[in-house]
């Protein structure tokens, strides 16, 4: 396993290390259609991440100023975060379809100096913050940022590489704070599973606001590799999902499970055909059914599930055995981290079979929840075998057991958190968006079956298209109700909670 990394580096110099081993192997390959890939090398990505960031280094901004990039994954988009790092502007990236009310909401929280759109994309209107375009030739700022005094004046490890916003319980997102030296080393200890290597071609089937996006970048650059950014026009369509791949001779391909189910059903063939040598799946559970087919049709791929949470880009990496078993393990956690079960008192948790909340002992810990220190208290607890310490670990809201050989299985979250096509969703804040519209007095999300049903308490009729377009308006997709059954009253359970499992009874 080559590594060429120097111990502590910052995200940057992680991504491009391997321009010194090998300046012109492929760094990035995309589809253009038609046969037809855009290579991209790693000295010319260094020279693009250069040129933007020649751009960015005359606004007189700071180091942890803040840098909005609204762009799919893409080779500029690529250049652009790592160009953020070389300068310590931390990088907050946003799909292109978000809805403008959750944007509008995470600029608000966030404060950035500047929002950067890739060409095409909508951008925002009406705001203190500089804005900015850019394509694979140029950046072009359109307004420049605020002046800032500077009170910086070098980048260390301990500086923020970027800020995720997933969904929080209160309705308004949460900012998932991430170090360069959390980042890197959690990709230091994915590299120690030799997943991939000089050559390979990675897929990556994920938005660029999803963590998920950065850990195929992080895997691809930091093995020599190549990472092939699969457009998510394309991956909803089977044959063309499987004609990217074929046309990048994409060797690894990672994902949620979802990304999997069309290609199953309609093209498996053409998948064998295919020869992949590795899968990576994360995001959710992968069903078991679907996953058994996904083995017959590539018996040779290593099959690789990754479990964890934005908070600590990932926990584990374990190989999914040749025959598929009822339950897969998520454990152990990655080459130098160490997941350990709490129980309800306190106490560790190592007998078989017993079920207690996963903690995690990691040195790529988020720093916190952007200005949220009392959530952060909640998710970053005293490190539960020696309290004394001072060492945090984190606390993941997820249930888990231990096998027979120290093997780890998740038994569900803790609270109502749910993962929609991979997705991290907090039921509460659907629900918070539902009762907002008019006549509606209460009203609970129960997932089933990757179908979200929303139960409505209304005195008046509600029309689900005005429903549905209300959500539209101020969540993602995703988050948006398939199914909408109004009931007298929501069943509690004997605390009072809405019940859950009352509710998915009846869908
Ligand atoms: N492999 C599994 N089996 C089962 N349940 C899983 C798995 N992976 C997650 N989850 C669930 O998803 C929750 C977390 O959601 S999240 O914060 O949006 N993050 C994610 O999903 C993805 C996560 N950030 C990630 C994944 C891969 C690479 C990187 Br880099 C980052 C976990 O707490 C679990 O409940």
Known sequence: MTSFHRPDECFHEYMLAAVESSPDSAAVVEFVGNDDVRTTTYRELQTHVGDYAAVLGELGMDVGDRVVIQADNCEPAIAM??????L?????????????????SIVDLAEPALFLRHKGEAGITGSATGTGCFDE???VIESRPAHRVRRRHELTVTDTAYMIFTSGTTGCPKGVVMSHRGVTSFYRGMLRHGIAGPGDRIASTSPLQFDFSLLDIGLALGSGAAVVPVPRNLLRWPTRFLRVLRDTETTQVNGVPAIWRQVLQHAPSRLAELGLRGVLFSGEEFPVHELRQLRRLLPEARIVNCYGSTESMAASLVD??????????????????EMMLVGPDGRLVEDEDVIGEIHLRSPALFSGYWNDPRATEAALVPDPVEPRSGQKVLRTGDKGCFGRGGELYFRGRVDSQVQIRGNRVELGEIERRLVDFPGVSAAAAALTDEELTAFLVTATDCDERDLTSFCLAALPDYMVPHRFHTLPELPLTANGKVDRKALSAMV
């Open 81 to 86: 975060i790592l160009a953020c790092s070389t």
């Open 88 to 104: 310590g502007l931390p990088f907050i990236p946003v799909s292109p379809r978000t809805p403008d009310q959750r944007v509008q």
């Open 137 to 139: 030739n140029e950046l």
């Open 320 to 337: 999914v055995p040749q025959s598929i078993p009822e339950r897969l393990s998520i454990g152990p956690a990655h080459h130098g981290a």
